[in-house]
């Protein structure tokens, strides 16, 4: 399925540059999730897919259809709004969530908070 | 030409996330613990939709980013309430 957009030779080279950066990005964010060792290691990785990468193929997609159509079209800031609010919220609610289980069992390598780890590097 | 190159860049782009995706689906089969197969359902869906993002810029349609901003929408309800779930035993209290 080779197929493209017939856009000029300067929409398409900031399109293409775009979505390649944008996949890019994406993938080191999941390659990321993989290889990290610990779950706390493994929250920041697809942080990179759902930021970057999210912004740069948005540009990408609104290059495009504002040039194909030759009137801006940016109803694509609607995700970039969207991702952006959601994202922090989910990780956050799901890092609270493993720090309650791994308390909640009294696993060792837990995260102490900042004020306990003063006191242990003090002491 | 230069749509040629356009064209290859983009099935590329889409080759890329499409490992992307592998690798999220490889966290949620393979994930010592719960939350960690929720990470990887998120990072899973945020893949397809700058996935779907792609087809759309590669047809000109934006049918594609209906459905885009649809995967966003309910995968952000998904995470947290699987999150909630993780954190108290139960979605609704």
Known sequence: ?123 | MSILILAFIITFSQVLLGIAMGCATFRVLRGPRAHDRVLGLDTLYVNAMLLLLTYGIQTGRTLYFEAALAIGLLGFAGTVALAKFLMRGEVIE
Not at chain 1, 40 to 65: E, K, M, N, Q
Not at chain 1, 68 to 89: D, G, N, Q, Y
């Open chain 1, 1 to 123: 399925m080779i197929q493209a957009p017939d856009l000029p030779l300067w929409a398409a080279l900031i399109v293409g540059m775009m979505v390649l950066l944008g996949a890019t990005i994406a993938l080191i964010g999941s390659i990321g999730l993989v290889q990290l060792k610990s779950f706390y290691d493994r929250v920041h990785a697809p942080t990179l897919g759902a930021t970057l990468g999210t912004g740069a193929i948005l540009i990408a997609s609104i290059i495009c259809f504002s040039v194909l159509r030759s009137r801006p079209v940016v109803h694509e800031i609607l995700i970039a709004v969207f991702v952006t609010l959601t994202t922090p919220v989910t990780l956050m609610l799901l890092a609270r969530a493993a720090l309650y289980r791994d308390r909640s069992e009294g696993a060792t390598h837990v995260p102490t908070d900042g004020g306990e780890a003063d006191d242990s590097l003090a002491s």
